[in-house]
């Protein structure tokens, strides 16, 4: 797309035209955007009333918050809450619901959080708190994951002996192949941009070759996203589908090698569980054995019994499952104000951008 084609609304509406003859085409159509920040921007920009109503626009599993499990969110919570140890995270996370509390209530309880903007910032933090154990909550998918693996190497070349990280991680191709492997039913994937520029194309081939589902990456512009899902749509009707990419000029088809390299010089795969999916086979990522005296996993917590908030259906609605319309609490007693699940809490959370958007 041209600069400055981003405002252009002739643009707008050839795009909106081609998508509905496209949908009318094909009877109809269901399209999942696996990235969160897609979600806020189709809702903020009005997308979904624009396009014909037999085009479906799902929400899949694209907000890193919002899949991560109470289990996980138990150990951070537990761990500011022990005397030694400062618990270091980005903002979206602080708010999170566990089983027992989030960290905004550990902090209230005396524990000790700070919010960071950068994992570069936790090596500052560790040495200004020299009497205290530093803990970042990794957090993310594969966008974030090389600035982490960097930072932990930092720290190793540095010799900051006070710093840990708790790995959260998560992958985004495997969730996808999850989704389809348990009967998903759309047509095509809104491929997540920011990490596509990282992974590149490659990842996500066996959802065309092995399933039969388009693809395309696509950027955050409304203009942007109504191109990638005209490319979808077009794949459709060709019988073709394929990983295209919409977003070239900024994602590369083969990603960017040396995120990667970093990123695999620290992580290894692992089984990981997400929320609303389950355990998802090589989904998750772990510190490598040379980099065991960074993991705080070796820091021993008690955690309460997991439980998720009765009513809540933010697993369903990261699995793409319901949209948040469904849920009882959406709205009512699950509020920005007063978030019940992760969903409502987070930037990227489904439940935010309709809460905002789209009531």
């Known amino acids: 797309m041209k600069p400055g084609a981003f405002s252009d609304p002739a643009l707008a509406r050839k795009l909106v035209g081609a998508i509905g003859e496209a949908t009318e ?30 085009l479906r626009l ?11 499990t109470n289990a996980e969110i138990d150990r951070a919570v537990a761990l500011a809450r022990r005397p030694e140890v400062l618990v270091a995270t980005f903002g979206d996370m602080v708010r999170v619901p566990g089983s027992d509390g989030s960290l905004e209530a550990a902090r209230a309880e005396g524990g000790s959080v700070a919010v960071v903007y950068s994992p570069a910032d936790t090596i500052d933090l560790a040495r200004a708190n020299p009497d205290k154990t530093v803990v970042f909550v990794a957090v993310g998918f594969e966008t974030t994951a090389p600035g982490v ?21 998560k992958t985004v191709p495997p969730a996808l192949l999850a989704l389809l492997d348990g009967g998903a039913a759309v047509d095509g ?3 997540p941009a920011h990490v596509s520029t990282v992974i590149g194309l490659e990842p996500y081939r066996p959802i065309p070759e092995r399933y039969g589902v388009a693809a395309a ?24 589908p394929t990983v295209d ?15 990667r390299a970093v990123m695999e010089e620290v992580f290894s795969a692992c089984d990981a569980r997400w929320r609303g999916l389950g355990t998802i086979r090589g989904s998750g990522l772990e510190l490598r054995d040379e980099f065991a005296p960074f993991d705080a996993r070796a820091i021993e917590v008690v955690l309460p019994p997991e439980r998720e908030s009765p009513g809540c259906m933010c697993g369903d ?36 951008a309709w809460y905002k958007y789209n009531r």
């Open 317 to 352: 609605v990261v699995a793409g499952r319901v949209n948040p319309a469904a849920c009882p609490l959406f709205a009512s007693e699950c509020t920005p104000g007063s978030p019940v699940g992760p969903c409502m809490v987070s930037s990227e959370g489904t439940c935010a």
């Open 217 to 240: 990456v696509a950027g955050f512009e409304p203009l942007d996203i109504l191109a990638g899902i005209l490319s979808i749509l077009r794949q459709k009707l060709a019988g073709k």
């Open 189 to 191: 994937f809104i491929l």
């Open 149 to 169: 693996a960097a930072t932990v190497l930092s720290a190793r070349e540095a010799g900051v002996a006070n710093l840990r990280f708790l790995v959260m991680h």
């Open 58 to 68: 799902i929400s899949g599993p694209g907000c890193p918050v919002c899949v991560t």
């Open 25 to 54: 085409a094909l009877g109809g159509a269901a399209v999942m955007e696996v990235c969160g920040t897609h979600t806020m921007a189709i809702y903020r920009a009005g997308l979904a009333a624009m396009l014909p109503p037999a």
């Open 245 to 259: 990419n919409t977003y070239r000029r900024v994602a590369r088809d083969c990603g960017n090698p040396l995120a």
